[in-house]
Nanobody
Framework: QVQLVESGGGSVQAGGSLRLSCAAS????????MAWFRQAPGKEREFVAA????????VYAESVKGRFTISRDSAKNTMYLQMNSLKPEDTAVYYC????????????????WGRGTQVTVSS
């Protein structure tokens, strides 16, 4: 019954910005964790950022800290990822995930996933 739909991906030059959105169906509870992961061709899926729906805490991968910002709008049941100062190494399919993970950064701990949105950064 849970559906997650990502949007906002595209192609940008290095140094540019994009804002990704993840619209969630149904109710998102305050203790839910929602996260962004990404996967580049030939590489494993890696953690990008996560938040607790109450927005008390946020967590970022070191590679994006200071450049990306995760946030949510509870009224719209939507999560966002503001991506600034993009680099070619940020090129990947970005996925939205939701669940009650034992480990926030472990992809296999999440129950629900979107289908992904492509982000391409050229040099």
């Amino acid at each position: 019954q849970v559906q997650l739909v990502e949007s906002g991906g595209g192609s940008v030059q290095a140094g540019g910005s994009l804002r990704l959105s993840c619209a969630a169906s149904g109710r998102t509870f305050s203790r839910h964790i929602m996260a962004w992961f990404r996967q580049a061709p030939g590489k494993e899926r890696e953690f990008v950022a996560a938040l607790r729906w109450s927005d008390i805490n946020t967590v970022y991968a070191e590679s994006v800290k200071g450049r990306f910002t995760i946030s949510r709008d509870s009224a719209k049941n939507t999560m966002y990822l503001q991506m600034n100062s993009l680099k070619p190494e940020d090129t990947a399919v970005y996925y939205c995930a939701k669940g009650f993970p034992s480990s926030t950064t472990q992809a296999t701990e999440y129950n629900y996933w979107g289908r992904g949105t492509q982000v391409t950064v050229s040099s």
